[in-house]
């Protein structure tokens, strides 16, 4: 298994990434296009979206291939593959999810630049925009079934999501990075060091399997007032808690209800090792700290220093290592606690 969060290879950028070739991608696979390309938001990948022609239409996005351009240098051809095998057995499952499509029996294609893509359906949906009880259980019970699939089988090339794959090998980055000032380089490390030290009894005898784990609410989508998990980029080994906290991420009694009304749902159609919960303040700590890497990491590309202006100045490392300071204390208090359920 890669162990590296962010590859093996130097990243490289893909600013340049142009219509002609996206063009060039999808027809040499044998489809017909229009020439209408229109790019999509996202970060850390370059995804498009291109109408077809000479397809059978049932509704508007029949129209319509969703190109995804993977990062160079991040994930490898095996490792991609793995997101694809996983996104393939929920389908199979009758899980609510988008699987590419296969072509030639393959799924992961490169262009002659050498950068990975992949081909995908288009399929319309809306924003999760009010997290109702009814939504919340239907949200339980896909989550519940999306990992007894991932239970199937093993994903042999993805990142484990542990302390040192998105703790220390972050912190590491960050502490190599540029951006953070001298004035606050020991008090950062301290501070993380602490915490990914206190934290490690909690992931005693905790069960790792193929989980989405990036579930945040933009990742949700409604169709027909049915949630479905789009985005599995980064799927990851982890614990099955990476995704349910995402889904109620607060802290205060209506959060905790939420989430309450959530695992009831899950455990209607799955097990559920509650011990996983006192892992929630660690998670969140990690997302902090991968957060920041990620960012550092990115940031000679120009559409991270648009996104995060402030990065690397004192008003950002300042909130960083007070919001780092208040974790370690959430996260002693988890360590003190008796079960909350």
Request: include cysteine; charged fraction near 25%.
């Amino acid at each position: 298994m890669t162990t590296c969060v962010w590859g093996n290879e130097n990243t490289e950028y893909f600013n340049h990434l142009s219509p002609e070739t996206v063009l060039n991608s999808i027809e040499s696979l044998g489809f017909s296009t229009t020439g209408r390309v229109m790019q999509l938001g996202s970060m850390e990948n370059r995804v498009f979206e291109v109408e077809v022609d000479d397809v059978e239409i049932n509704n508007v996005s029949d129209q319509f291939r969703i190109l995804k351009f993977y990062r160079p240098g991040r994930w490898t051809k095996a490792q991609i593959q793995d997101e694809h095998d996983f996104l393939f057995d929920l389908v199979e499952n009758d899980i609510h999810a988008i699987a590419p499509l296969k072509i030639d029996g393959e799924t992961v294609f490169e262009t002659k630049e050498g950068l990975f893509f992949t081909i995908f359906p288009k399929k319309g949906g809306r924003a999760c925009d009010e997290w109702n009880d009814e939504l919340l259980g239907q949200m339980g019970r896909l989550l519940a079934r999306l990992h007894n699939t991932g239970l199937m089988r093993k994903a042999e090339n993805r990142l484990k999501l542990d302390l040192n794959t998105f703790g220390a090998q972050n912190l590491e980055l960050i502490l190599q990075s540029k951006y953070l000032p001298d004035e606050y380089r020991s008090q950062y490390e301290s501070t993380c060091r602490d915490l990914l030290a206190i934290s490690k009894p909690l992931f005693e005898n905790i069960n790792y399997q193929r989980i989405h784990g990036d579930c945040h609410h933009g990742n949700i989508v409604l169709n027909n007032n049915n949630p479905f998990l789009i985005d599995f980029d980064d799927m990851s080994i982890g614990p099955r808690v990476q995704d349910i906290w995402m889904i109620t991420p607060g802290r205060d009694d209506y959060s905790l209800r939420q989430k309450d009304v959530l695992l009831d749902a899950y455990c209607s159609m799955s097990d559920f090792d509650f011990r996983e919960i006192k892992l929630i303040e660690v998670l969140r700590s990690l997302r902090i700290i991968h957060f920041t890497a990620w960012i550092g990491h990115r940031y000679e590309d120009q559409s991270f220093k648009r996104t995060f202006p402030t990065y690397g100045s004192q008003q950002y490392w300042e909130k960083e290592l007070f919001d780092l300071r208040e974790q370690v204390g959430y996260i002693q208090d988890a360590l003190n606690q008796t079960m909350p359920y």
